[in-house]
């Protein structure tokens, strides 16, 4: 069945390094892909999508590129803050019943 | 923009006892509500869909007796835990599925003493 792989953390960075959080995934055909952020306590919410091949998705100086050639969706941000703390989810819409299916998550912690 | 309100954000029950979980969409009709459980450290796992007015679909491994779902109307899915045990403990998510894409609740942490 349809999965996502990202890569395990946690990642640690200090302020204004380079961020990137891989993502690959297995599917049939070509789902909509999606990164998700989760501050702590809080449920998820939509950082940035992309619906097809070569699509970037982009949001708060986060990116994505959607690429069926590696099947991957990696996030990459140039210059993390302390604010940007969180744990991130790489998911795809490829579910029996139109749902997400997401990686394990991957929490990032962004050092003064 | 959307808006899935999701309640109580946390709950501390005792054995045996039910917790029912509400998740409304506040300004759009959720078409579909899916409920998901995360285990800490852990992804989200998807326990169940539901449409409007129709039974829920269960993934593998769901107890549907256990985890009650009602979707009574376009804007408000609950899910109730039945005779909970402390294996139940958990974070609970619900996604809406509308005109805005998938909205997600910011969870319930339940907590069974």
């Known amino acids: 069945g349809d999965s996502v792989t990202q890569m395990e953390g946690p990642v640690t960075l200090s302020e204004e390094a380079f961020l990137t959080i891989n993502c690959t995934y297995t599917a049939t055909g070509y789902p909509s892909l999606f990164w998700y952020v989760q501050y702590p306590g809080e449920g998820l919410q939509l950082l940035l999508k992309a619906t097809k091949a070569d699509d970037k998705g982009s949001n708060k100086g986060f990116e994505a590129t959607y690429r069926k050639e590696t099947t991957s969706f990696h996030l990459e941000k140039g210059s993390v803050q302390v604010s940007d703390s969180a744990v991130y989810f790489c998911a795809l819409r490829g579910g029996s019943q139109g749902n997400l299916i997401f990686g394990k998550g991957t929490k990032l912690s962004v050092k003064p | 923009g959307a808006v899935v309100s999701q309640h109580p954000s946390r709950v501390i029950c005792k054995s045996g006892t039910s917790v029912k979980i509400e998740c409304r969409s506040l300004d759009f009709q959720a078409t579909t509500m899916f409920w998901y459980r995360q285990f800490p450290k852990q992804s989200l796992m998807l326990m169940a869909t539901?449409?409007?007015?129709?039974?829920?679909?269960?993934e593998q491994g769901v107890e549907k007796d256990k985890f009650l779902i009602n979707h009574a109307s376009l804007t408000l899915s609950t899910l109730t835990v039945t005779s909970a045990h402390p294996e139940d403990s958990s974070f609970y998510i619900c996604?809406?599925?509308?005109?805005?894409?998938?909205?997600f609740g910011s969870g319930t942490r339940l907590t069974v003493v």
């Open positions: 539901s449409n409007e007015g129709s039974k829920a679909t269960y």
């Open positions: 996604s809406a599925l509308g005109e805005y894409g998938y909205t």
